[in-house]
């Protein structure tokens, strides 16, 4: 009996251990992001289309889409070996470059705007819609705006079907 308790505490142990060591492998990454800043010294490395995820803290679908579509294993493989990825969140304040221009925050009111590049890049029809992605290509031309939630299997069939029209 003694030996049989014994042999279930190690084994409670070891899968105690296992399971421990094995979550973190279990969690998702996350892809790497960049700033419009660094673009021109990235495209010089490799020219690479880029990928503009725009978001607002308060849009749960933006806030959906970090937490799944962003971190899903084949949408991080493709961001991070294809594509430059950058996160911007429309309602950020700072001043931003990018190809040549300067943007910044417009107030809308009281502690509301939008941000000028946000505004730029993800206006369709004359208004932005959260989440918005954008694909630029290399020479920063956007190719396509998509606004509104994406999964991450929906997510790799539009960047296929983006890079066999744009070819």
Not at 88 to 112: D, S
Not at 127 to 141: A, E, G, H, L, M
């Amino acid at each position: 009996m003694e030996y049989k308790l014994r042999i279930m505490k190690i084994n409670i142990v070891t899968i105690i251990i296992l399971i421990t060591g094995l979550l973190p492998l279990a969690s998702h990454s996350q892809a790497k992001s960049y700033t419009f800043e660094q673009l021109d010294s990235l495209q010089t490395i490799e020219r690479r289309k880029v990928i503009v995820f725009i978001h607002t803290d308060w849009c749960r679908y933006c806030q959906a889409m970090k937490k799944t579509t962003f971190k899903a294993k084949e949408v991080v493989k493709m961001l991070d070996e294809h594509y430059w990825f950058i996160q911007l969140n429309a309602e950020e304040k700072r001043t931003i470059q990018f190809n040549g221009q300067v943007y910044n925050f417009k107030p809308t009111g009281n502690n509301i705007g939008i941000h000028g590049l946000a505004e730029q890049l993800g206006s369709k029809d004359g208004k932005v819609s959260f989440p918005t992605v954008c694909i630029i290509s290399p020479d920063y031309n956007v190719l396509i705006r998509y606004d509104q939630f994406i999964s991450a299997p929906n997510f790799l069939k539009l960047i296929k079907d983006i890079n066999e029209f744009s070819r």
